[in-house]
């Protein structure tokens, strides 16, 4: 399987735009650089977490086809949702409906309108990915709930402040070279540690921000892929697991299971190793998610994760770049489109388009996004092609 | 592909069980039937609209996953969402799914819980499947927009008040038959037509009522079945197609498009014809919309749909059994639990299971399923095993 096109917006807070609007701008983009026109699509899936409370509009697989003039051609288009994983989780049931056989081009869509609405609404949605009879409902918000995970691994491995902060530090210089990124300002690290806290011990340059944005690909079978592009990226594997949507009920929570489920799964189906990657878009909604992310993908052994960022390792010239394009943090994170602008911004990479964020040599490329606080977890592995 | 398993909850006003409850029930009830284990489960696919709204809980595939104890296997979990045909959606998906040789025994899902929010909330909810920046920020409701189709079909083809009643009725003498049903009794024409206005020309019963519900069957391919069941239920085809999400946009408000295209691109994939269909459950949310899914499917030519309940054609002993469930009308709309509850209706009356309401001799099934005013349509087709 490969994509041959890839669009996103800018992230940020997009005042000019509507839903509507920029899923086409996203999507139009993709099919410019794909070489394709909209008659030759077969299906659309998008990821969107919760356009029914951001903008009062369920059905948006159909709103997107429509205003992306594909009603004409009445071309299925579906909407999946699985919290801040949505994006992914589109590619992913694009991937089936090709490898099914039934579908042969099929375009993949995500996006999110945050801003519209006022901050106590904003608390409320973010946190109805997590459980809300268990979590919500007696006052847990997102953000307790990763700070929880914060201080348990604080405690387990000595994670320190400084640690955190070097997380936010690194993906801000690499947001400041993403021209589409919603921060694009290097921060320092007494800038996260001066910043008010959000839920003790994060801060709110821990967090990653409130973001409107929309991003799209195009995906078809390898063989055919050769009709339309000299680069394509292969999807050498799609990973999905999931957890308990409570945290409370997990065994551990300074690991996310469903990650380390998710990557053997797509370590396996890519017959490869972590150590064959080369670039990771990684979830980073909070500081501390980054650190488990990279110890529960395998990167780095459990319980030194937490020195990547600080010692550079993580850095685009690193060992591993983790989020070259600046991650949920400064790239932005607008829920749905998170998934799928991972995925562009590896696709860059891998074509070797990624200017001054561009990982030398960069051959295999991994994204991880996850849902709720870590309920579903979804890991893709992309190649670059022949 | 098989169908080996199938399961429901009674739908009604369930206001002793939580969402999270009516989805195991349903789901159990399906491996029950299906004779197999939670460890046997691949992936799941939890078809629903407005989770979000109605019980401020997304990420619902996730959660569903995990009150029926798959987290321990860390089983994928989908949820998608296309309006009033989130459920028919979430079986196509798990299709695909198998299909590609990605999962072998996949459980679909349909749940929503209505019951637990006031009339307002509601019918905002409702409408959130429509367009919401052109039909529900001016008024429209989902009522009124599916009252100017009927408008149109009356002077258009001169379908009469004594027609509309008929489908009511109709379905509520087969929804008596229905164990599970919300309504499980008969009504006359002048209970239709004495019943509040909810938007003229339509009244209270010709719409379907608000509802809490959940359904589940378990899918896996037609070799496999055999282990299973005697009496596994073959998908003969899956089609899905897209209209404009805004009625004003459609060249015609008489018929949906979008069920003709489906409905030839099922048929075309089964290589069947709509003569060759014995059971078909259509979506029926309001008497009209029998009435348009009838001829758009191709059972009534054009203008003819009209006179089917009314001359008895489309009753369980009729030329074309139509909603022998008692369809949305009588058996209930809990939107994301619709669409599956179509299935398990089929799969009853292909087994020879459906009591009193079993069509004889029936050997080849249809569902379709709508999601907002048309803009989603999705059509199976089913056949009894060999």
Redesign the interface.
Known sequence: MAIIGAGMTEFGELWDY?F?EMGIRAGLEALNDANISSEQID?MFVGN??A??F?????V???I??YAG??HT??????????GASGA?AL??A???V????HDIVVVGGAEKMTDIGDAEMR??QS??????WE?VFGATFASLFALMTVRHMHEYGTTREELSAVAVKNHRHGALNPRAQFRREIKPEMVEKSPIVSSPLRMLDCSPVSDGAAAVVICTSEMAKQFTDQPVEILA?????????LH?RKSITEM??TK??ARRAFDMAKMQPKNVDVAEVHDNFTITEIMAIEDLGFFPKGEGRKAAIEGKTAIDGEIAINSSGGLKARGDPLGATGVAQIVEIIQQLRGNADKRQVADAKVGLTHNV??TG??VIVHILGAGP
Chains 1, 2 share one sequence.
């Open positions: 509507s509507r299906a977490m919760s029914g409370r903008i009062d509009q369920e059905h697989g159909a709103l086809a429509d594909l009603a009445n071309v299925p288009s579906t909407r999946v949702e699985s919290g989780l992913r049931q991937y089936f409906s490898a099914s056989g039934i409320s949605i109805a990915a997590a459980d809300q009879e919500t799609t990973a999905q697991a999931s957890d308990t949507l409570a009920q299971l469903a489920v998710a849902g709720g309920a579903s």
